[in-house]
């Protein structure tokens, strides 16, 4: 049947995919200044070999490779549901504002000098950060608010948290803390622990339940909101957990590892032929397909020659960019006949 | 007839959207079995009208459904008693078709992992609407008149009893409207319920059991075609000046000047 065949498709899909992870995250544990054959990766993970290559392996890359691979994961599976949500394969997780006003919490306790950028504090203020836009965005909008208000509201709050954190700049104490603010901002994986982990971890398993209970919902939008509906969809609910599942899932991302772009929006639209364009069956396959980008992105940074590591959100926006300019480009037909 | 218990029964059912009054005080019975097409000129409310009985517009009045208020349902077991066909069929991914009729089954458990009850309704819906044939085809790929013809055999998929459909026929050439209201006319035979809003007095005239004029969110009249079609009311509520011949049981409008 049919069914089975789309369903044995993605089961296939996800097992390839998955396999891909797990090889990035290896090799992900062996590139570095020091260079690790897998034989020391494995010896490392389970404490047995070379002292110093289990110290590399377990206290400076094993994080950094959880981080890419659950960051991406979440960035991939907020894009997916985003773009179910709004039906609309250009929408990325930065859409409602959550990634923004978690940066502007994180910097706020930068500049006010309570912390320095890898302390504790700071992604506990970027996740505050992240569901205060949640709030504000439920206050501006309304709690029943249709698709279009809640996007320029999103916009809105956006722009605020932009401007709060070009005044935390403007305002900083000295030249260093307006470096380490500008260098955070940028998205990195450098020298992050394990405790970072922990702290991004249950934000981003509650963000991955909210975001995978609608995956029916998303199926059914296909049809638009009002048949949605009339199929027993309730839409206020859906849009809600989709914002706060986006919200803890990106702030928790953005929390421990500054803004890291355009992960989201490409790899749903990666994996999306291959699931026959089904929404509700995007989002594991997505999910994979951003751990394996962000894991590839953080690899790369770290063997492309330069003075100094150059931040892996500045490669995935360089690279992303560009994708998503083809992406409008090549869409732009059916964009501007839009009626509905 | 008299005694079967109505399948839907609206009483003072009133809609206010945005500050407007768009229905006012409608009472409508309809049975099980009644292929009933609401027309009216454009801004009657008869989309609204369709809207609330699906439950997906804030009303007041009461609706009731196989006797149980339509708020009370849940959403699922609403979904499983009301097919909604929206105006325009509208589809945002290029889904194959027999993936988008599987969609009407959602309210059943169904959607991608379909059991074999659920694949049974979904071929069925696709063969009495002829698209099976494009079964594995992307549905953004169809040209107008197909794509309608998969959006009912979605609702149809759905095996609710009543269904409603907005302009099934809108974008159909005369051989597949003929088709559609032939297959929403053998739904209502076969036990279940239509309510279908038309534009086209003719059709409306030719299938229907009973029409029902809205006209600033007001029911004008309810009763079969040749009781409902006169050339008074055609007159008053849609401004035009109608020939009306009489052919078989059904009149035929001929709409003639604006007056």
Not at chain 1, 112 to 120: E, I, T, W
């Amino acid at each position: 049947m049919a069914e089975r065949r789309s369903g044995f498709g993605v089961a296939i899909l996800s097992v390839i995919l998955g396999f891909l992870v797990v090889g990035l995250f290896i090799v992900s544990l062996g590139v570095g200044p020091v260079w690790l054959p897998p034989g020391s990766v494995f010896a490392g993970l389970i404490g047995q070999g070379d002292e110093v290559a289990q110290i590399i392996v377990g206290e400076i890359r094993l994080p950094r490779a959880l981080l890419a691979a659950l960051i991406g994961a979440i960035l991939g599976l907020s894009g997916a549901a985003l773009q179910g949500l709004l039906r609309n394969p250009l929408a990325a997780p930065s859409l409602f504002g959550a990634p923004a006003a978690a940066a502007f919490g994180a910097v706020a306790v930068i500049s006010f000098g309570l912390v320095d950028a890898l302390s504790f504090a700071l992604p506990v203020a970027a996740i505050i950060g992240a569901l205060t836009s949640v709030g504000l965005l439920i206050l501006v909008a309304g709690p029943r608010a249709g698709l279009l208000i809640l996007i320029l509201a999103g916009l809105a709050i956006s722009s605020l948290a932009g401007a709060g954190t070009a005044l935390a700049l403007n305002l900083a104490p000295n030249p260093f803390a307006a470096l380490e603010i500008a260098f955070w901002l940028l998205g990195s994986l450098e020298d992050r622990s394990l405790r970072h982990v922990m702290i991004a971890l249950p934000f981003m398993v509650l963000a991955a339940a909210l975001l995978f209970h609608d995956r029916r919902a998303f199926r059914a939008l296909t049809l638009g909101e009002e048949a949605a509906a009339s199929l027993g969809f309730g839409l206020t609910g859906v849009r809600l957990r989709v914002i706060i599942g986006v919200a803890a899932g990106v702030g928790a991302a953005v929390a421990v590892a500054g803004t890291i772009g355009f992960i989201g929006l490409v790899a749903p639209h990666l994996v999306r032929p291959f699931v026959r364009y089904d929404p509700g069956r995007l989002l594991v396959p997505a999910a994979l397909a951003g751990s394996a980008l962000l894991l590839s992105a953080d690899i790369a940074v770290r063997l492309i020659p330069s003075n100094g590591e150059i931040k892996v959100g500045v490669l995935t926006a360089l690279i992303g960019a560009p994708f998503f300019i083809a992406l409008i480009l090549r869409r732009r037909h059916d964009l501007s006949g839009v009626t509905s | 007839m008299t005694d079967v218990p109505g399948l839907l029964h609206i009483a003072g059912l009133s809609v206010l959207l945005a500050g407007r009054q768009v229905l006012a005080d409608i009472d409508i019975e309809v049975k099980p079995g009644e292929f009933v097409v609401v027309v009216g000129p454009n801004g009657a409310g008869k989309t609204t009208l369709l809207k609330a009985v699906a439950g997906i517009l804030p009303v007041k009045g009461s609706i009731l459904i196989e006797e149980s208020p339509l708020l009370r349902l849940s959403l699922a077991e609403r979904a499983r008693r009301i097919a909604y066909l929206p105006q325009g069929h509208v589809f945002h991914w290029p889904l194959a078709v027999e993936d988008i009729v599987a969609l009407g089954r959602l309210p059943r458990g169904g959607g991608a992992d379909l059991s074999s009850a659920d694949g049974e309704a979904v071929k069925k819906a696709m063969v009495q609407t002829g698209v099976a044939e494009y079964a594995r085809r992307a549905v953004t790929r169809l040209s107008g008149g197909e794509r309608a013809r998969v959006a009912l055999a979605r609702v149809l998929a759905t095996e609710a009893p009543l269904i409603l459909a907005d302009e099934p026929t809108a974008a159909l050439d005369p051989r597949y409207q003929l088709i559609v209201l032939g297959i929403l006319q053998r739904h209502a035979r076969a036990g279940g319920t239509v309510i279908a809003v038309l534009h086209d007095l003719g059709l409306a005239a030719r299938h229907a059991d009973r029409i029902i004029v809205l006209d600033q969110g007001r029911v004008v009249a309810d009763g079969t075609p040749s009781e409902v079609l006169t050339k008074l009311l055609l007159a008053k509520t849609f401004g035009i000046d109608a020939e009306i011949v009489a052919l078989g049981d059904a009149p035929v409008i001929i709409p003639w000047n604006v007056i």
